[in-house]
């Protein structure tokens, strides 16, 4: 296998709420803004239904949203994975992403399987919130050896 580099989401939450559930665990809500950077390049709109299992503790990203691209295609994803609560000031964030669009050039993400990387950085967006840039890579299927 072998992992080809697809584009750089970089997003914001203009807007989010949290509760407390039992046992110090948190569920919020965020709607997400922002842009994607590389062979898929334009807008990105979003939700995030994280589950949190303690206020210092990791959390667990759930995403769905859209890129609208610069060439007009609509390409929706939905990502899962792991926020690891540290290193603080810029938490890391692995995952997998999925894609589905009905345009020529991006069909063929429709059965692709894609990871990510990336981090929390807290205060540097607008507002002193945190900003969130995952790096997105298509996992590429190669023989096994023998």
């Known amino acids: 296998m072998r992992l080809e580099p697809l584009y750089r989401l970089r997003f ?3 807007e989010g709420w949290a509760v407390e559930l039992e046992g110090g665990w948190e569920q919020h809500f965020y709607s997400a803004e922002g842009t994607a950077e590389g062979e898929l390049a334009g807008r990105f709109h979003a939700a995030n239904f994280p589950l949190r299992r303690t ?22 994803l939905e990502c899962r994975g792991y926020g690891r609560a540290q290193p603080v000031g810029a938490r890391e964030v692995v995952g997998a992403v999925l894609h589905v669009s009905d345009h020529p050039a991006y069909r063929r993400l429709n059965d692709a399987v894609c990871v990510c990387v990336g981090e929390v950085r ?8 945190p900003e969130i840039v995952l790096d997105v890579a298509e996992l590429v299927w190669e023989p096994l050896a023998p």
Do not use: K, W
């Open 122 to 129: 807290s205060g540097v967006a607008a507002g002193g919130g």
């Open 55 to 76: 206020a210092a503790g990791p959390f667990v990203p759930d995403i769905r949203g859209v890129i609208e691209t610069t060439d007009g295609a609509t390409v929706l």
């Open 12 to 14: 914001s939450y203009p």
